[in-house]
């Protein structure tokens, strides 16, 4: 099955500066790139997608690229703010099903 | 929140106890999945749906079933639980019919202690 991994595990910035997360994975049939977002205690909520046919897509501060070819997908978060603060989870869509498989993610920290 | 309510939201059990879990939605969707979060590995599926009584397993299924006997509700069981299945358990549905582009809309999650 997909494996995803996802580095760093842990990521701190100053406020202002830009946020880098990479995430890997193993089957090239998956087509569906999703990143999601979670504040401490809630739920995991969608920030930005990328379909394998594209290969970049911004949305504002944050941007998703893709690399099909090394199987590889980044998040970037410029000018991060303290509501930047959050884990952030990598994932790839295979099958007709929709599964998704998840990267174990990143605990992003921006400081003052 | 699309419409998902997970209960209990927080349960303490003891081992070998059997465990239910409900997940319920209004917007008669497709498929609902039940995952698993736990530090360090971050959210692992466990059993999903793809219509009433369809299911298939995840990658981490073992000690676990479920059952889909309406659209509305997905339930995940714990015959016996143990210790290992302290976690936080995330159902979630794919918004397909919106935007057809698998984006997953989760519950608020059901916080699992098993003593």
């Known amino acids: 099955g997909e494996n995803v991994e996802q580095h760093p595990s842990t990521l701190s910035v100053q406020e202002g500066d830009s946020a880098v997360i990479k995430c890997t994975y193993s089957?090239?049939?998956?087509?569906?790139f999703p990143w999601y977002k979670q504040e401490l205690g809630k739920r995991p909520q969608l920030i930005i997608d990328i379909r394998s046919n594209v290969g970049e897509k911004k949305d504002q501060r944050i941007a998703v690229t893709l690399n099909k070819t090394a199987k590889h997908f980044s998040l970037h978060i410029t000018e991060t703010q303290p509501e930047d603060s959050a884990v952030y989870f990598c994932a790839a869509h295979t099958g007709t099903a929709s599964k998704l498989t998840f990267g174990t993610g990143t605990r992003l920290q921006v400081t003052l | 929140d699309a419409g998902i309510t997970q209960s209990p939201r927080h349960k303490v059990t003891e081992t070998g106890t059997p465990v239910t879990l409900r997940c319920h939605q209004t917007?008669?969707?497709?498929?609902m999945y039940w995952y698993r979060q736990d530090p360090g590995h971050g959210l692992r599926l466990i059993h999903y749906?793809?219509?009433?009584?369809?299911?298939d397993k995840g990658e981490v299924s073992d000690g676990y079933s479920v059952s889909r006997s309406k659209t509305e509700d997905f339930l995940l069981t714990l015959e016996s639980a143990t210790s290992s299945q302290t976690s936080v358990y995330f159902c979630?549905?794919?918004?397909?019919?919106?935007?057809?582009?698998?984006?997953?809309?989760f519950g608020e999650g059901s916080r699992l202690t098993v003593l």
């Open positions: 749906s793809y219509g009433v009584k369809d299911t």
């Open positions: 979630a549905i794919r918004a397909a019919d919106r935007r057809n582009t698998g984006e997953l809309f």
């Open positions: 917007e008669n969707h497709r498929y």
């Open positions: 089957d090239s049939a998956s087509n569906y």
